[in-house]
């Protein structure tokens, strides 16, 4: 019986090794075949010279009007030339270094040539002789390879499509294909691989996308039904003794952190397991959020855990939430690589007997000997640095705890939808009263001189500051400041009077913390950085942020690096030394000059880079869609989210006869879908 999981072994022309090619491709069954949809389509119809336009790919049909000849130039370089009789004009045409080229063409014979014109000189630089002369065809262009080239992949689909078209079943219920006037499976197929014209290859992608979604969306809504129903854990945490904490406070907590608490311990109240993710631009307060949520654990004798994606970042926290819960009962300890085995065993012991309350600490916290008494949440900071996988892992450390993920770095609505759509989400969009907006400056090279006499004044007045720099030593092949030159040239022009101290990945952990303290400390006025100091670390006294060659850095990184200045009460500011040579480098200063708001420039960095470039595919999860764009195509993700949403939330919705094909898809892929990442 065929279906479309045979192996692709099964069509003629595929042997093991070009079935072993095709693999490369991501082929291996039919179906994967006929969803190989093409990436573009040349628009192969006929014109005259008259009515191209400069730089247009186009297909001229004329005459062969003079002899072809191969030229030979450079090393192993050829150029075929002839000229095409179109109608009244002589088109010039050259084929660059196919000189076999020269066997399909005789002078007086008739031929469609496909190229890019060049209107002023009347030439075309050929790309193809066609082998039929179509007055309008559309020619489908797939991602190929050395070993699978396109007339071969074509030639499979063809016969793909002839074989299999009867097995084609459609997965988006025909309820859903009518509201959205979607195409059915077979058409849209047929309409991707070999469309009549522009309009059919655009309806059949607009369809082949929504599917696309749809079956994305309809994985994350039965992953997060999945993991509620997994039987969680409720957290019967002591209302009234948090209430108590959270009035012995020292500042009011915002009106978004208030909203966020309750309903990070609604959830946990519950006995279904949390997955919720927490964002928040920097300095918004997700750690006190989260020292609340664990503070509630710790009063329902449950144990909580923190788990930061450096050691840096791991000690601060830990420091941080020592200093949150002194003079309470709430025992805090920190766990990471460095922890010398002693303390490592005693920490480990305590744990297992129950005496930690908050174990704080990095990927060292999933090991196979972390034993919890009884741990009932696990914060994860910096979400986006830990995959899918490495979250699971920290629940299956112990008991299936509730999970709170937090991100400092915005996400706007497309990538909310897709990285972390299996997750519930919380945002905290407001910053604490008595915070002054960081004033950000984009200033030419030219101008560091009068940057660096600004510093000098904030110095006099008690302040400190930074310096980012790209590189750590000199580079040949990039013409940027580094960190060791600039730190020797800040250290003389600031001495006597103030110190300059540097820090950089190469440093040991130890010597990172020494500087970091004694700069918090006030012993240095003056940092001078790389990005190592981008996430997490707290110097309220530090007003300036000097950042140099800023157009080497991405949005998201600016942002942070904009986020380490702006905690105290002072007046802050961030300056941007940048000579950008590209618009998109330009676009990027003016947008860190427009706005603080972290949400707005994550829009605008996924508007620039696309979405895969914002938060690495491995780190992230974000999937990879086959024909959907999710920052150009927000509307309809969000539109399949909700068609997901309302399906699955008829709890029989997958013994209903119109949702049978779908209901035995999601059954054979659910298993497939965790390891994206």
Known sequence: ??????????????????????????????????????????????????????????????????????????????RVNFRLLVENDNVMVSFFNQPWIVNQLELGQEVAVYGTYDKARQALTGMKVLPKMAED????????????????????????????????????????????????????????????????????????????????QMRLQLLKLMDKSNFGRAVMFDNEQLKVFIQKLPFELTAAQKKVVNEILRDMRRPIHMNRLLQGDVGSGKTVVAALAMYAAFTAGMQATLMAPTEILAQQHARTL?????????????????????????????????????????????????????????????????????????????????????????????????????????????????RKQIQTRWLRGNELDKTVQFIKQQLDEGAQAYVVTPLIEESEALDVQNAEAVYADLSHYFAPQYQVGLLH???????????????????????????????????PNATVMLILDADRFGLAQLHQLRGRVGRGSRQSYTFLIADPKTQYGIDRMEAMVETTSGFILAQKDLELRGSGDVLGKRQSGVPEFRVGDPVNDLIMMEYAQQEAIELVSDEKWDQQPANQFLADYMSETMGKYRNFD
């Not at 479309?4 to 075949?33: C, F, H, M, W």
């Not at 952990?509 to 020494?514: D, L, S």
Request: proline share 4%.
């Open 137 to 216: 065809e559309l020619q489908a262009i797939y991602p190929s390879s050395k070993e699978v080239q396109q007339r071969t992949i074509k030639a499979l689909i063809e016969q793909a499509l002839g074989k299999y078209q009867d097995q084609m079943v459609d997965l988006v219920p025909t309820s859903i294909q009518t509201r959205y006037r979607l195409m059915n499976k077979h058409d849209t197929v047929f309409g991707m691989h070999a469309p009549k014209d522009g309009q059919e290859a655009q309806s059949a992608r607009r369809s082949a996308s929504f599917e696309e979604f749809f079956l994305f």
């Open 1 to 78: 019986m065929a279906s479309l999981t045979d192996s692709i072994a099964v069509l003629s022309g595929v042997g093991p090794k070009r079935e072993q090619a095709l693999n490369k491709l991501g082929i291996y069954t039919i179906a994967d075949l006929l969803m190989y949809y093409p990436t573009r389509y040349d628009d192969l119809a006929m014109k005259l010279p008259s009515l191209a336009l400069d730089g247009e790919k186009i297909t001229f049909k004329g005459i062969v009007s003079s002899a072809p000849v191969v030229a030979r130039f450079g090393y192993k370089k050829t």
């Open 322 to 434: 020592g200093d949150f819960f002194d003079g309470t009962e709430v025992r805090v300890e920190l766990l990471t690589g460095s922890t010398k085995a002693a303390a490592r065993r005693q920490i480990l012991e305590d744990l297992a007997m129950g005496d930690i309350d908050i174990l704080v600490g990095t990927h060292a916290l999933i090991q196979p000997d972390i034993a919890f008494r009884n741990l009932g949440l696990a914060v994860i900071d910096e979400q986006h640095r830990f995959g899918v996988r490495q979250r699971a892992m920290l629940r299956e450390i112990g008991m299936n705890p509730d999970i709170l993920a937090m991100t400092a770095t915005p996400i706007p609505r497309t990538l909310a939808i897709t990285a972390y759509g299996e997750m519930d989400v919380s945002v905290i969009d407001q910053l604490p009263a008595g």
């Open 505 to 539: 990945g190469r440093l040991s952990n130890q010597e990172k913390e020494t500087v970091m303290s004694e700069f918090k400390a006030n012993h240095y006025q003056v940092l001078v950085a790389t990005t190592v100091i981008e996430v997490g670390v707290d110097v």
